[in-house]
Structure formats: C-alpha cells, structure tokens
C-alpha cells in the first residue's frame, strides 16, 4: 500500500480562493516544489477538491476539467505529479455524499491508487478538510493561504500541524514521515 498526501485545490493549491473563470486560478508560490518534495519521498498526491461554482453554473464541468489539465501540466513541468482531480461539484446544500467532510472522494482515491490512509495525510485550508482527514484515519495539516487564515484564530482548529503554507507543511510532513 502506498503512502499519499490528499491535497485541497483552493487556498492550498492555487489563488484565489474564489473565481469565476478556472484560468483565473494560479499556482501559489512554493506548490510545485512542495509537490515535488513530497513525489520525490514516495507520496502520491491526489487533488480532492469542491468546486461548487459547476452546480450555480459559474462554470462547466468540462471546462473545470480542461483547466486541471493544464494545472497538471504546469506542475508536471516543474518535476510535480497530481492525481485527480476527485471532484464535487455539489454545494453544501445539495446534501450530496461527495461533499467535503464526507470521505467518499478520499476513498475513491485511495482505491484508485492503493492507498494507505493511515499512513497519508490530508492538507487543507478549512475545518472540512481537516474533518475529512480524520474520517479516513489521516493526519491532517492546515494552510493558512485560504480560507483559514479568516476563522483559525477565531475557531481554533482540529489539524495536527498548522502554518503559513504547502511547502512549509510538506517539509513538516518530510520531518516527521522519514
């Protein structure tokens, strides 16, 4: 069984957190190295990521795919490969059993590649991701680049490890995983 660091697009990944266009989105600094780092030590990285905007129709499916490809791309250019995406298109509201806490995607994924998840970890930047994490026995870390930089002071938080961003938690998770 292989070991994987599950990864949150928005806000771990790439800004902004909110678009109305995929193209809008850019890697944040340090996302392909960390990704890197973390393919190199033998992590797979599968993407599990909510885009609700395809249910309100901001954009398609399709096109939210096509513009993972591209991201994919990018990423593979700078030595990085990420697996998904494992995608829920649904709002909160939709009462769906894809959505973020819910572990169905993380399973799909560890299915998919034959994944350990006791073993892995789960990055984010909101409680669902955390939550998630723990649904399936994983570690999990908090990014401070999206969403939790507005309610972790406020709210506390349910990670393992906490900081400013992906690279800084990939190094963590290099640290303590050797």
Same mark, same amino acid.
């Given at each position: 069984?292989?070991?994987?660091?599950?990864?949150?697009?928005?806000?771990?990944?790439?800004?902004?957190?909110?678009?109305?266009?995929?193209?809008?989105?850019?890697?944040?600094? *340090?996302?392909? &190295?960390?990704?890197?780092? =973390?393919?190199?030590?033998?992590? =797979?990285?599968?993407?599990?990521?909510?885009?609700?905007?395809?249910?309100?129709?901001?954009?398609? &499916?399709?096109?939210?795919?096509?513009?993972?490809?591209?991201?994919?791309?990018?990423?593979? &250019?700078?030595?990085?490969?990420?697996?998904?995406?494992?995608?829920?298109?649904?709002?909160?509201?939709? *009462?769906?059993?894809?959505? !973020?806490? !819910?572990?169905?995607?993380?399973?799909?994924?560890?299915?998919?590649?034959?994944?350990?998840?006791?073993?892995?970890?789960?990055?984010?930047?909101? =409680?669902?991701?955390?939550?998630?994490?723990?649904?399936?026995?994983?570690?999990?870390? =908090?990014?401070?680049?999206?969403?939790?930089?507005?309610?972790?002071?406020?709210? *506390?938080?349910?990670?393992?490890?906490?900081?400013?961003?992906?690279?800084?938690?990939? !190094?963590?998770?290099?640290?303590?995983?050797?």
């Amino acid at each position: 069984m292989r070991r994987a660091v599950f990864l949150d697009l928005n806000g771990t990944l790439v800004m902004p957190v909110q678009v109305n266009v995929p193209a809008e989105y850019t890697p944040i600094a *340090g996302s392909i &190295e960390a990704v890197r780092l =973390l393919n190199k030590a033998g992590f =797979l990285c599968p993407v599990v990521t909510v885009q609700s905007r395809i249910e309100r129709g901001v954009y398609s &499916e399709h096109t939210f795919r096509d513009w993972f490809q591209t991201l994919q791309r990018q990423f593979s &250019e700078g030595g990085a490969e990420l697996l998904g995406p494992y995608l829920c298109p649904h709002s909160s509201r939709a *009462g769906c059993d894809c959505h !973020k806490p !819910k572990p169905t995607l993380y399973r799909d994924a560890a299915r998919d590649w034959e994944i350990d998840c006791a073993r892995s970890y789960v990055v984010g930047d909101t =409680l669902d991701d955390i939550r998630a994490g723990s649904a399936i026995g994983a570690q999990s870390c =908090l990014v401070l680049t999206g969403w939790a930089s507005r309610y972790v002071d406020a709210f *506390g938080h349910e990670a393992a490890f906490v900081d400013a961003d992906i690279l800084t938690v990939a !190094k963590w998770i290099l640290r303590i995983a050797s």
